[in-house]
């Protein structure tokens, strides 16, 4: 199968010594969706500009549609990028900036028109096409980046931060334009954030990065459900960890010994003996302690029942938001509809009883 992008055992050291990058290893079929997500100074920046062309590999290949790419000099490659600061040249209109890319590749100005008029009206730019862009709202920036960038008809659009110039209303709203976009025009999206819940909703997979090496490339609810690393389940989502030891297996379940006794979730991959058990929020259950609740529950949850606080109880609109400390002195947060958890449900300080079904936990190596 030949893939649009391909990063085969990638690496970059800078000149500093600096390892930025490890091992990178996607392929990437055309029309994909991916994100690059992991916090500051992860490599998400210089893998972007190591596709592009800006920053040289140090290590390993680069292909695109089954050519190697290390060597190619950036406006030769079929890539464009779209800078977090759009990097529109404010002299120039909107129409100019945006066919600005097909001038450099020395496009005949019949097929420039041509081309610019397409995409101006693709993202609904057309009325404001003689305007610079100084006067233009951050919203129509954006848009007016992409448009740029998509121009050129690339086959891989390179995006560092696209949204991140953008208050939370606009970012969300164009966050829905961009992935339909997307779509409609089937080109590979190649997409760096720090914002999770960005990631989550746009990709088709994502890539979280941790210290120069990939963590986890998954599809959106497969890492939000099931982390591979230890990372990846304090960096996605809102979950719980215990660690310990593998007891034993039985059917889909696997034991793990905790200082909170024993737990059981699913296996996620070959195990240590040193584990972690990962418990997202959506799956915790409270209970009312006391009488025989105890028993009855170690029977229905098969022994996940953890003994716990109430520290706050508060109704948000529709919404009972509970915090809750373990024995340990952690802290959690648990959401849910008002109707599962009644206001006055659980009186400040009750003791509680924290409850999953093996099957929403995972069990991941330690390390
Ligand atoms: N030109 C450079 N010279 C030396 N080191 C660099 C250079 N650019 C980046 N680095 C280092 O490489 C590592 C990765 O940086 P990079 O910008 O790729 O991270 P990032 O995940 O994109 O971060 P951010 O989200 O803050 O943009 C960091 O340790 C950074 O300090």
């Not at 800078?14 to 994909?32: C, H, M, Q, W």
């Not at 529109?88 to 005949?108: C, I, Q, S």
């Not at 690339?154 to 995006?159: A, K, R, T, Y």
Request: hydrophobic share 40%; glycine share 10%; with cysteine.
């Amino acid at each position: 199968m030949i893939y649009d992008l391909e990063l085969i055992n990638v690496g970059k050291v800078y000149d500093n010594g600096t390892p930025a990058v490890i091992d990178f290893n996607l392929s990437i079929r055309k029309g994909e969706f991916i994100a690059f997500l992991g916090p500051s100074g992860c490599g998400k920046t210089t893998t972007l500009r190591m596709i592009a062309g800006f920053e040289s590999i140090s290590s390993g290949d680069m292909m695109i549609k089954g050519e190697r790419m290390n060597d190619v000099r950036p406006q030769k490659r079929p890539t464009s990028m779209i800078f977090q600061n759009y990097a529109l040249f404010p002299h120039m209109t909107v129409r100019r900036n945006v066919g600005y890319g097909l001038e450099v590749k020395g496009r005949a100005k019949a097929e420039r028109d041509a081309r610019v008029d397409r995409i101006l009206a693709t993202l609904g730019l057309e009325d404001i096409a003689e305007r610079k862009p100084d006067k233009l709202s951050g919203g129509q920036r954006q848009r007016i980046a992409l448009a740029r960038g998509l121009v050129v008809e690339p086959d891989v659009l390179l995006l560092d931060e696209p949204l991140g110039a953008l208050d939370a209303n606009l970012r969300k709203a164009i966050q829905n334009e961009l992935k339909l976009l997307q779509k409609r025009l089937g080109v590979t999206f190649v997409f760096v954030t720090h914002a999770q819940s960005e990631a989550l909703a746009l990709s088709d997979r994502i890539v979280v990065m941790n210290q120069g090496r990939v963590e986890q490339i998954s599809p959106p609810h497969q890492l939000y459900t099931r982390p591979d690393t230890p990372f990846v389940a304090q960096f996605i989502g809102r979950n719980t960890i215990f660690e310990g030891e593998v007891a034993g297996t039985q059917a889909d379940s696997t034991f793990v010994s905790t200082s909170f006794g024993t737990l059981s979730g699913c296996a996620n991959g070959g195990l240590s003996s040193k584990v972690n058990i990962v418990i997202p929020s959506e799956a915790i259950e409270v209970h009312a302690a006391g009488g025989s609740a105890r028993e009855n529950l170690v029977r229905a949850f098969g022994g996940n029942v953890v003994g716990a606080r109430v520290e706050r109880f508060d109704v948000v609109g529709h919404i009972s938001q509970i915090g809750i400390s373990l024995p340990d002195g952690r802290g959690l947060a648990l959401e849910a509809h008002i109707d599962k958890y009644r206001p006055g449900a659980f009186p400040l300080g009750a003791e509680v009883m924290l409850t999953w079904d093996s099957a929403d936990a995972t069990v991941i190596p330690a390390h």
